[in-house]
């Protein structure tokens, strides 16, 4: 069984994404574990990337400002292997395809397993295409994530039902970014996802208070926090790592 199941074990899981190397690597690995400290139960490391198609503006500028201090696919490895010396979290990696592809399918599916990584989200690649990918993450044991969205639709069950993990489910249409409200009828689609799988569903994309939070997981397993947590390590710098946790404690209250 996945490790990522770990998440999801004594209840409701809160997933917590941050870039690596925003502000730096240290204070990735700083941030990360301020927020497990918090109660963070999964955290998604995102690997800084120049053309990040799925994220809005908050985390595009967290790539750019990454990839300006230098972070590479192999110095954030090498955080992660840091944080694994001092935390079990299960931790997944979000990064597009171009970057896997350029390090090699084999290669970055080896150093996850060696490193700790326990899955790996991929938002640009389609599942028809994912088989590319699975002859490479079967043989280390990292899974990959799928991402159900509100106009996958028919393919739901398709997608749902060779999931691995925890599922995706995509709030809403567009990119990622703080939302005020969440018009996307969720509880229908994550519906559509349980008669396909026992894999955990967590929703994602655009959920940054407590009200949306205990909202969502009254049908949904967890909630994916990213670009809040991005803006608060924008705002803070290297500062960040007492209002994250005092952030994600504060979630952690209402997702029972």
Known sequence: MSKISNAFKNGKAFI?????????????EEFVLEMVKAGADLIEIGIPFSD???EGEVI???NLR???TGTTMDKVFDTVK???QKTQVPLVFLTYLNPVFTYGYDHFFRECSEHGVDGVIIPDIPFEEKGELMPFSDKYNVDIISLIAPTSEERISKIASA?????????SKGVTGVRNEIKTD???IVSSVRSATKVPVAVGFGISTPQQASEIVKYADGIIVGSAIVKIIEQNGNNAAAPLYDYVLNMKKYII
């Open 82 to 84: 840091r944080i694994r």
């Open 66 to 68: 990454a990839l300006s």
């Open 16 to 28: 917590a994404f941050l870039t690596a190397g925003d502000p730096s690597l240290e204070k990735t």
């Open 163 to 171: 999931s691995k993990g925890f599922v995706y489910c995509v709030s």
């Open 52 to 54: 990040p198609i799925a």
């Open 60 to 62: 595009q500028r967290a």
């Open 186 to 188: 969720l509880q229908s």
